[in-house]
């Protein structure tokens, strides 16, 4: 199974399909993939693609990046703006709620921030219902930033972790960035350079403790995974089941 597209100027573009799940599935191919920004994709590589089955691309980025390098305006593909980020910068009230001892610093330490901020939950809460509405086999949807790293990373993090893949195996894909970035990268062209927190985020090393400082954050405010999906994600028994139908199947099915 294809997992990284070798495309000429668009970089970190992956499938996340293949990645086995606890209960004895994998996440389906041709589902949802991951990318860095996609206003450089060529038309050969934009025809690769819509063959693929990718029809939707939720866009993490802020509106000044959207506009500087904005996706690529074809007919196959909606595209979706959903910012991660709130005007006003991340709050920081229940990272603190934290025990210091689970606080961690540096980028998992702004990944917990990131992932207990209320507008950036009400940005995974409409991530997800986007997923629950990609409902034809084969049709493929991307979500992606500027460098494919840590926005993207968080959402791929968690969904990962809502399917129940193993932490090794969601870490084995977020430490992915950095091999990709490692012979390429256009410094120019992956952010705003005013907004700081974003700035920091996409010049740093993918950090492996990133999906640890995640879980840890999640489970001490919330508890556990199901209160999570519900009173986060706003994931019913019916969505949860419905999604894991879509984007997972039985390892022995051929996907």
Known sequence: MQRIFDF???????????????????????????????????????????DYGLRYSIDLRSDYERQQWPDPPVDFLTSIHLPLYAANGISDKLYYALPAKDQYSDLPGIYQQVVLDHYAQQVFRQFFAILLRNEQPGQSVVFHCSAGKDRTGIMAILFLLIMQVPTEYITQDYLLSNLMYQNKIDLNALNNPDD???????????????????????????????????????????????????????????I
């Open 8 to 50: 000429s100027q668009t970089y970190n573009f992956r499938e996340l399909g293949g990645y086995p799940t606890k209960d004895q599935r994998q996440i389906r191919s041709h589902k949802v993939m991951r990318a860095a920004y996609l206003s450089k994709l060529t038309p050969v590589e934009l025809q690769q693609l819509k």
């Open 196 to 254: 700081a927190t974003i700035k920091k985020m996409n010049f740093t090393k993918a950090d492996q403790s990133a999906v640890e400082a995640i879980q840890v954050a999640i489970l001490d405010i919330y508890q556990s995974w199901d209160n999570f999906q519900e009173k986060v994600l706003g994931l019913s028994v019916t969505d949860y089941q419905k999604l894991r139908s879509l984007y997972t199947a039985p390892i022995t099915d051929n």
